[in-house]
């Protein structure tokens, strides 16, 4: 085993929205003591990246590797979690997809809050009785790990998916969550992401599901670096 191998590993999550912070952390804090999670507000660090690709998986991986890329030299070991998450409309074919953060028409220079980008959605729906949606989040992570062998490093990339069903309600409903939450419908529960607890999304979202799916794939990379899940008193 590498004498790196206990080494604490920081995963970094490559997003400036602190409600996903508040979401994600509980979820990644699990895996392992040797894990360590940080925000980039945290470390100082609060960027917006472009979101220029034509999809989902293109997004969330540009994000991962700008964030890998910045903050390699300060963490040796270490982990850039990014996602991007749709909500896509049937009715809308598919809209507002990857554009959904930022879908109300707004002046240059000027992002959507998330009342705008409600407000938007429901005037696109008026008058649509055809109201079925899915959430979709597609999460990414690049890494570099201790190695099997010898003191170096095992750099690697994974992306994986969470998709919920539901509908779009016509108008919001409940008062938690963030975003589109008010609106949608889960078709398992019979109420919209705005009237549950965090607690109880988090055991069901599209974003739950695409970290439970990371969560085994870094656990069987773990596995295969043969690096204990035990963490040490290594300092950071």
Not at 33 to 53: C, K, M, Q, Y
Not at 75 to 102: H, K, Q, W
Not at 113 to 122: A, P, V
Request: charged share 25%; aromatic share 6%.
């Amino acid at each position: 085993m590498s004498n790196t191998a206990n080494s604490q590993i920081t995963i970094i999550l490559a997003t400036s929205n602190r409600d996903k912070v508040k979401e994600l952390r509980p979820l990644l804090e699990s895996i392992s003591p040797l894990f360590r999670v940080s925000a980039l507000h945290e470390l100082g660090r609060e960027i917006e990246i472009d979101e220029t690709e034509k999809t989902l998986e293109g997004n969330a991986l540009l994000k991962a590797r700008a964030i890998f890329d910045l903050l390699a030299e300060r963490f040796p070991f270490m982990i850039a979690l990014a996602d991007d998450t749709g909500l896509e409309v049937d009715s809308l074919n598919g809209a507002p997809g990857i554009y959904s953060a930022r879908y109300a028409p707004m002046a240059e220079g000027q992002s959507p809050t998330y009342k705008d980008n409600i407000n938007h959605l429901l005037h696109c729906m008026t008058g649509i009785t055809e109201r079925s949606a899915r959430f979709r989040t597609v999460l990414a992570m690049k890494g570099a790990l201790p190695a099997l062998q010898g003191d170096g490093t095992h750099l690697f990339e994974k992306t994986a998916d969470g998709i919920v069903y539901g509908a779009i309600t016509v108008e919001p409903i409940g008062d938690e969550g963030f975003g589109y939450d008010p609106l949608f419908l889960v078709d398992s529960t019979g109420k919209t992401y705005a009237e549950m607890s965090m607690a109880e999304k988090n055991s069901l979202s599209h974003r739950s599901l695409a970290v439970q799916k990371a969560i085994a794939s870094l656990r069987e990379i773990l596995e295969e670096q043969n690096i204990s899940q035990t963490a040490s008193n290594t300092p950071v």
